[in-house]
């Protein structure tokens, strides 16, 4: 599925899924309908995430479903993963895309117009831009942790990528951030911590979609 269709993006995080398993909590978003699924795992071992990779693959695989690696070209590659997503202080996009192919879809974390537009010369494939509110999912500089619907707005009128907004997104504030110019939202504990997490998943993809 090409990025500028993707409206729920599932950002994995067996700490914050309520003591369920990711390979549940993939299954369970899946069936609400998402539309892309990262492998990142904070704190896991290279091993660790390979193992769940390849058991991720085959269940995004039969769902036709993009699975996307965080960060690790190498992994990526070696779970036979349909991309990556990379942060600032990543491998360049051009240097992932050499090592993956001209196939795979390229992620690239910007916070800011310049940074969007190196993605963009780069050859990223889509934007993950946030994080959009403050969130302490994972460790992100105070003058980047919510930046706001309107840093969404700029990098989307700055760029001809899809951006997924991504930080202290839920139901409540995922309609702000596609009416900002966002493609769709990338979550974590919205879909992973949901008591139900394919309702979840399919309430949000909804949200984007009226809000677009």
Known sequence: MNPRQWRTYLVTQE?????????????????????????REKGSSARERYELGRRLRDLTADAG??????DRVDLAAAVDADGVHLGQSDLPAEVARGRLGTDATVGVSASTVPEAQAAADAGADYLGVGAVYRTDTKDVPAETNGVGPERVAAIADA????????????????????????TGVAVVSAITAADDPATATATLREVVDDAR
Do not use: H, K, M, Y
């Not at 202290?168 to 966002?182: E, F, L, P, S």
């Open 159 to 182: 760029v001809d990528l899809p951006v997924v907004g991504i930080g202290g997104i839920g139901v409540d504030n995922a309609g702000a951030v596609a009416a900002a110019g966002a």
């Open 65 to 70: 479903v993009p699975l996307i690696v965080n």
């Open 15 to 39: 700490s914050r899924s309520a003591g369920r398993d990711t390979e549940a909590i993939v299954e369970a978003a899946i069936a609400g309908g998402v539309d892309a699924v990262q492998l």
